[in-house]
């Protein structure tokens, strides 16, 4: 299955694009080529520039206190795993400390090095990374795989906490939804939304056989799904057809 994830709102939107560039960083970093590591400074610079937002750090926090003390509810119950919920907990518990005793924002220490910060001055211009432009960022580039990848995992960790704090809040997000199976009329879909409820999360399933793309519209009050069908010279239309999927709201 193919999910499709649509959020409710600007801080589960930045959440979720801090996600995907982490998962891509790990990704990047791991990898041997010089290429594949200038790409994860790239990668790197883009989740200082995303975590620069003024108050995204005191959100984050925030969130995790917040689910910290709906989890320590669960102590002691017998239908919870005690062992997996105390990891869980050290874990919130590691990033708090870390996010609330380092000052600045995220990856604020990277800043100060100025090396990092010709490069990233450069990435934005087309082939801005030449030899002749930075010699000394050339020459790391023709350092041994183990030295790029030690100086890449050094910096990446000033930047791991944060990450690992995101992918936690929004796996416990994900864990509040329940699945449920719907049927999209003439290959669109619309549900109203309970009052009373905030949801902040919606996810789509969708069988990769069928060849279907979702566009989803969502707010507080309605949802509001098209399922389309991609042409070969790439235009979206509507399929037309009664087609079933999974949907979860998650809050």
Not at 114 to 138: H, K, N
Not at 145 to 150: G, N, P, S
Not at 175 to 194: E, H, R, T
Not at 225 to 249: H, S, Y
């Amino acid at each position: 299955m193919i999910i499709y994830e649509h959020p409710f709102n600007e801080r589960i939107r930045t959440y979720l694009r801090l996600e995907q560039l982490f998962s891509r960083l790990q990704e990047l970093v791991a990898r041997s080529h010089p290429v594949d590591h200038h790409f994860a400074l790239i990668t790197l610079f883009e989740i200082m520039e995303v975590g620069a937002r003024s108050d995204l750090k005191t959100d984050v926090v925030r969130d995790l206190e917040k689910q910290k003390q709906t989890l320590q509810a669960y102590r002691g119950n017998p239908s919870i795993a005690q062992d997996v919920l105390e990891s869980v907990l050290q874990n919130m518990d590691k990033d708090l400390n870390y996010l609330t005793t380092q000052p600045g924002k995220a990856g604020h220490a990277l800043t100060e090095n100025d090396w990092l910060m010709s490069i990233r001055s450069r990435v934005g211009i087309p082939g801005g990374t030449c030899a002749f432009d930075l010699p000394a960022y050339y020459a790391w580039q023709h350092e041994s795989e183990a030295k790029r990848q030690a100086d890449l995992n050094e910096w990446v960790t000033h930047l791991t906490p944060f990450g690992d704090s995101v992918k936690i809040l929004l796996q416990l997000l994900r864990d509040s939804g329940v699945p449920q199976k719907v049927m999209a009329n003439a290959g669109q879909f619309q549900q109203n939304l309970p009052q009373g409820r905030t949801f902040q999360l919606l996810r789509v399933s969708l069988d990769p056989s069928l060849g279907l793309i979702p566009e989803i519209s969502a707010n507080r009050l309605m949802v509001s799904i098209r399922l389309m069908k991609q042409t070969p010279d790439n235009r979206l239309l509507l399929c037309g057809e009664d087609e079933a999927f999974e949907l979860t709201l998650c809050s």
